[in-house]
């Protein structure tokens, strides 16, 4: 069965770090393109970053370009969100995801993770 499995939640200070890592299972995963989302309560989910198939290719949301840094590994099916300088702004639950094709957002993912809290404390 495909799932992506996140990891790496918390609570942060304000101006700390914190690196989320999703796994992925079941699919083909070198050849789909990754993904960040994040949800904050009343809020729509938004995109966060991407990556492409080898991790060659980024893309980040204007709110997080220059703190956060997505990288995976497909040696071994893995994902990660490094977020540095983070905000009160971060808080939401952040989401995993996974497509075939393209980085670019559209709100279409062949697979999602169950998603992890992120709380910044000022």
């Known amino acids: 069965q495909a799932q992506l499995a996140e990891s790496g939640g918390g609570l942060v200070q304000a101006g700390g770090s914190l690196t989320l890592s999703c796994a992925a299972s079941?699919?083909?995963?070198?050849?789909?393109?990754v993904h960040w989302l994040r949800q904050a309560p009343g809020n729509k989910r938004e995109f966060v970053a991407a990556?492409?198939?080898?991790?060659?290719?980024?893309e980040y949301a204007d709110s997080v370009k220059g703190r956060f840094i997505i990288s995976r590994n497909n040696a071994d099916d893995t994902f990660h969100l490094e977020m540095n300088s983070l905000k009160r702004e971060d808080t939401a639950v952040y989401y995993c995801a996974a497509k075939k094709y393209g980085i670019t957002d559209t709100g279409t993912y062949d697979y999602w993770g169950q998603g992890t809290q992120v709380t910044v404390s000022s």
């Open positions: 079941g699919f083909a995963f070198s050849q789909y393109t």
């Open positions: 990556a492409s198939w080898t991790g060659g290719t980024t």
